[in-house]
Nanobody, 115 residues
Framework: QVQLVESGGGLVQPGGSLRLSCVASGTIFRINAMHWYRQTPGKQRELVATITRGGTTNYADTVKGRFTISGDYAKNTVHLQMSSLRPEDTAVYYC?????????WGQGTQVTVSS
């Protein structure tokens, strides 16, 4: 069984920064990509950032230049450094890994950007 555990969420003022982390454990076959998603009530889950095994990164237009994804495939960890946070970044953030036998999700961590 595969488990993903996120940490690092919380309350931050607009313009502030947070760093999210995610560790995957269990019987994990080859991880091909690691992602961060986010979701707000009543909306679909949005892909925020991706890092492939080869190191290629992709970002949603709404976070480009403000968020940075990094990952360590040897340690099954992925991070999301978030800067210049805005109230519209408020959401539950989920990490996800795409492996050779499927996609797995964490339980989510709340990020609230408010003064």
């Amino acid at each position: 069984q595969v488990q993903l555990v996120e940490s690092g969420g919380g309350l931050v003022q607009p313009g502030g920064s947070l760093r999210l982390s995610c560790v995957a454990s269990g019987t994990i076959f080859r991880i091909n990509a690691m992602h961060w998603y986010r979701q707000t009530p009543g909306k679909q889950r949005e892909l925020v950032a991706t890092i492939t095994r080869g190191g290629t990164t992709n970002y949603a237009d709404t976070v480009k230049g403000r968020f940075t994804i990094s990952g360590d495939y040897a340690k099954n960890t992925v991070h999301l450094q978030m800067s210049s946070l805005r109230p519209e970044d408020t959401a539950v953030y989920y990490c996800s890994i795409y492996t050779s036998d499927g996609q797995y999700w964490g339980q989510g961590t709340q990020v609230t950007v408010s003064s």
